[in-house]
């Protein structure tokens, strides 16, 4: 069991980046089975398969908002651009600011003809408190969706186009509040559902806002020193209730995505899943105890990420990166639009 950064690298020809979604459901799928180490290769759509009940299937159902505003400094018309992280009532978010430099706190930043936002307080790594003021009559929301973009990660290379809207966006989205995609569920389409639906495997639908403790990179070597931004999750009763229903038959949890997976085992006592909203700053690295996931479904995550650590805490450091190195081998494609894996 490791805790040196250093130890969760791997080197990624950037060919294998994923630029462009390919068509939901059609991903390839490569499964790790933890007990044997053993890998098969897969499409998506195959991973009906391998869900067998009693189980039940954990989703997120947070959607992405057009969080990437692009503005010019009233004073200077200086460029800067802010990602909205967390809303805090009344028209106040925190956002992330870039250039930092240019988002000192009186600076009001103009986004189009609809929106204006200016920095009231200043927080750290860039993290600033801004109220927004809309203008031509709309509320919030409608100025946000006229002039904001889609968050794509930086590792993306292009600018967002309309089919982002529908790609980076879950087909069961529905509460919005997310500043980037829970990928895992990206691969996922309805006829998917209904088939799991039909095979008798039961959905449980939560919540959590991917923000900025998804993301952000781990800057010290010691990755127990690494602090988690936190972020909103909500597990409905009928959720948790599902979900330790098929635990008491001894049926498997089946979670899509670590945005779950950090949800779940956040809200666990005495080996049950309590229901409720709140806010988590859980780290998984190695060494964790998980008491809810029996069985991850996962994008191929970046060097020395959080996600990364957290999955290698759930199968093994050493067999995470021996099937990274089969996928990179095998062509698979990498990050946000890329291939998934099916942990068991």
Not at 64 to 85: H, M, S, Y
Not at 237 to 252: L, M, P, T
Request: aromatic share 10%; with cysteine; proline share 5%.
């Amino acid at each position: 069991m490791s805790t040196r950064l250093s130890d969760y690298d791997y080197n990624l020809p950037e060919e294998l980046i994923a630029q462009e979604p390919r068509p939901k459901g059609t991903s390839r799928l490569l499964v790790l089975r933890r007990a044997s180490g053993t890998l098969e290769h897969k499409v998506f759509e195959d991973i009906v398969e391998y869900l067998v009940p009693p189980c039940v299937l954990v989703i997120n159902e947070t959607k992405v908002i057009p969080a990437r505003l692009l503005g010019r400094r009233e004073d200077t018309g200086g460029k800067v651009e802010f990602l909205l992280l967390e809303e805090k009532g009344d028209g106040r978010w925190n956002v992330l600011a870039n250039p930092g430099r240019r988002a000192k706190v009186g600076v009001r930043v103009r986004f189009g003809d609809v929106l204006v936002g200016e920095v009231v307080a200043r927080g750290e790594e860039g993290i600033r408190e801004v109220v927004f003021y809309t203008e031509g009559g709309l509320d919030f929301r409608s100025a946000l969706y006229k002039v904001g973009r889609v968050p794509l990660p930086p590792y993306i290379r292009r600018e967002p186009h309309d089919g982002d809207l529908i790609h980076y966006q879950t087909v069961f989205a529905r509460k919005e509040g997310a500043v980037a995609a829970p990928t895992a569920g990206l691969h996922f389409t309805e006829q998917i559902l209904d088939m799991l639906v039909c095979k008798g495997v039961e959905i449980a639908r939560i919540v959590l806002h991917t923000g900025l403790g998804t993301f952000r990179p781990v800057k010290t070597e010691d990755i127990t020193q690494h602090k988690m931004h936190r972020e909103y999750y909500e597990i409905p009763d009928e959720s948790a209730q599902v979900i330790n229903a098929v635990k008491g038959k001894g049926g498997k949890v089946f979670v899509v995505g670590t945005t779950c997976v950090r949800a779940l085992e956040s809200s666990v006592k005495d080996g049950r899943l309590v229901p409720g909203d709140g806010w988590t700053d859980l780290f998984i690295y190695p060494g964790f105890r998980f008491q809810m996931t029996d069985a991850l479904i996962t994008n191929f995550h970046l060097p020395k990420s959080t996600l990364l650590i957290l999955v290698s805490a759930f199968a093994g450091r050493e067999l995470i990166l021996s099937a990274y190195r089969e996928a990179i081998e095998q062509g698979y494609r990498f990050f946000s639009y890329g291939d998934a894996m099916l942990i068991l």
